[in-house]
């Protein structure tokens, strides 16, 4: 799923009576590409919740076979 950053992600309610709820919030725009955990699960601050991943700027590797399109690939070109 696409995320903002500062987007409200998730909320954890406390295991405790007492303490707050904590929201979780994205550090920078891009896509949740793993979600590591579940409904019901108990997590402490060390768990990893979910990975985001910035897809502004990506890196393609790839290979071209000579033909007549070969002369159009040019270096920095955007990728479809």
Same mark, same amino acid.
């Given at each position: !799923?696409?995320?903002?950053k500062g987007q %409200?992600l $998730? @909320?954890?309610?406390?295991v405790? /009576?007492?303490n =707050? $709820?904590v929201t979780? =919030?994205s550090?920078i725009? &891009?896509y949740v590409t793993q979600l590591? /955990?579940?409904? &019901?699960?108990? *997590?402490?601050? %060390? @768990?990893?919740?979910?990975? *985001?991943? !910035?897809?502004?700027?990506v890196?393609?590797?790839?290979?071209a076979y000579? &033909?007549? !399109? *070969? %002369?159009? *690939?040019?270096v920095g070109q955007k990728?479809?």
């Open positions: !799923d696409k995320v903002a %409200e $998730a @909320t954890f309610q406390p405790f /009576v007492g =707050s $709820a979780l =919030s550090p725009s &891009g590591n /955990v579940t409904l &019901g699960q108990a *997590i402490t601050p %060390e @768990t990893n919740v979910m990975q *985001i991943v !910035d897809t502004s700027n890196l393609v590797k790839g290979i000579a &033909g007549t !399109d *070969i %002369e159009t *690939i040019k990728a479809r």
